[in-house]
């Protein structure tokens, strides 16, 4: 069974960091890219980032430069280093396999 938790968000003010994991089980994560997608409120699913088997990155443009995904093979974990918070980051954060598999999300509110 495939199966995504998220966990690490929270409340932050903006300028504020967080960062988020995503344990992954279920299927052979060092082999494929995985991705971060947030929904903020009332709005559509947005991708994030993606980060493949071997490493490499890419981000949406409005994240580029604060945010910062990675991949532990070896412990079937994800990441996203989040600097520098922006209200409109605020959204509940999922990770994403090449299976469409996604979890349950983890809420990051950016406020003062």
């Known amino acids: 069974e495939v199966k995504l938790v998220e966990s690490g968000g929270g409340l932050v003010q903006p300028g504020g960091s967080l960062r988020l994991s995503c344990a992954a089980s279920g299927f052979t994560f060092s082999s494929f890219p995985m991705k971060w997608v947030r929904q903020a409120p009332g709005k559509e699913f947005e991708w994030v980032s993606t980060i493949n088997s071997g490493g490499i990155t890419s981000y949406v443009d409005s994240v580029k430069g604060r945010f910062t995904i990675s991949r532990d093979n070896a412990k079937n974990m994800l990441y996203l280093q989040m600097n520098s918070l922006k209200a409109e980051d605020t959204a509940v954060y999922h990770c994403?396999?090449?299976?469409?598999?996604r979890g349950q999300g983890t809420l990051v509110t950016v406020s003062s």
């Open positions: 994403e396999n090449p299976f469409g598999a």
